[in-house]
């Protein structure tokens, strides 16, 4: 690679993307790198890309759900499909699984945007960092996503109030969502962003950790 840039960025999941977003604020010249393809959804169609890669769903699932396996006790890793979803390994004390996408990790998160439980988590680990610290980033964040807990008038499945376990669940609350919720509920749209990116509004299925077809999840 004969190229020079600024600053290089491997990898395009919610890491890379937001140390990218901090360095490229500074004014900093940056180039992102990532492995995996761009996967096949209705966002990704509007933006005119190509070569779209299929989402592990369906029939898929067998072909493109995964893209290696390894392990510690491995000499190398096994590589089964380049434009597989989800790389697992198995190591010492530590197994780790991971989406090969662009757009990496946001494709396989399951749309909560919580926080701790505790409410001291981030306090006394290291000096620069606490909870009053950490605050304004999960509000950024939740921003950004346009995030907001469900609320009964969503008519979502499965709702805690429902499903509560005779109240072990109550505690939880109700975190954000990072999902994009019907202007009317129960009646999802196509629209078209601020970005002139066209997005399903969330249909309350097939959402999840193989990836959001649709759009419906915020990636």
Known sequence: ??????????????????????????????????????????PNRSLGLKNLVPLPQGKKAYTHGIRSLGSHRMKRRVTLNKKGFIEAYSGDGINVICSSSVGGGSHVYAGFLERPLFPDYWDNHHPAISQAGMEPYYQEIIEAFAARPLTPEDHEPNRT???????????????????????????????????????????????????????????
């Open 161 to 219: 109030e429902d499903n509560n376990y005779q109240g072990l669940l109550t505690c939880l609350g109700h975190p954000a969502i990072g999902m994009l919720l019907p202007a009317i509920p129960g009646k999802p749209a196509k629209i078209t962003d601020k970005n002139g990116i066209e997005r399903w509004e969330c249909d309350m299925e097939n959402n999840s950790f193989l990836g959001s077809p649709s759009g419906a999840k915020t990636t």
């Open 1 to 42: 690679m004969k190229n020079k840039v600024e600053v290089l960025i491997i990898g395009s999941g919610f890491g890379g993307a937001t140390a990218a977003k901090r360095i490229a604020a500074a004014g900093r010249d940056v180039m992102m790198l990532e492995r995996g393809p761009w996967r096949d959804t209705v």
